[in-house]
């Protein structure tokens, strides 16, 4: 192995663990927050709890021992995450356009998105968080060399 190559492993080694921290340490944020503020009252405020939970267990494993059967487990567990985010926002969409209708009855169209946009219970884009964390999630299981896909191949 070249100076070259080993230095490039390395380095790399090092920015994906990095990100492995880093959505480690967003999902741990994330779940304390969720817990905090009570969001757990019905079954569809437990997932994004379930997905962290089951998240950080496969997070801690991968950056001890990650294998082929764990970073397809985490590869999956993470689109979950970018799944579970995108129907929190939906949900938080529709609590707050429901919230609103009350309010006003009359309302619809561009008026109602807009206040829907400025209201803070629910938070509207609070649930990208999990998006992002999903995406970086997938980033580090990009390319991994115990998936077999060595980035470095044909580097002299």
Not at 93 to 99: T, V
Request: hydrophobic share 50%.
């Amino acid at each position: 192995m070249s100076l070259r190559r080993a230095t490039s492993v390395t380095t790399l080694d090092t920015v994906r663990k990095g990100i492995l921290g880093i959505v480690a340490f967003g999902t741990l944020g994330m779940a304390a927050e969720l817990l905090l503020i009570g969001h757990y009252e019905d079954s569809s405020q437990l997932l994004p709890l379930a997905c962290a939970a089951v998240g950080l267990a496969l997070l801690m494993w991968a950056w001890v021992r990650p294998g082929v059967v764990l970073l397809r487990t985490l590869q999956f567990v993470m689109l979950t995450f970018v799944g579970t985010g995108i129907t929190g926002i939906t949900l938080h969409f529709e609590a707050s356009a429901e919230f609103q209708r009350e309010i006003d009855p009359a309302i619809s169209g561009m008026a109602l998105v807009r206040k829907v946009m400025d209201a803070t219970a629910p938070p509207l884009l609070a649930p990208g968080v999990m998006v992002q964390l999903g995406m970086l999630g997938l980033l580090y299981t990009y390319r991994h060399p115990a998936l077999g896909d060595d980035p470095l191949d044909g580097a002299s």
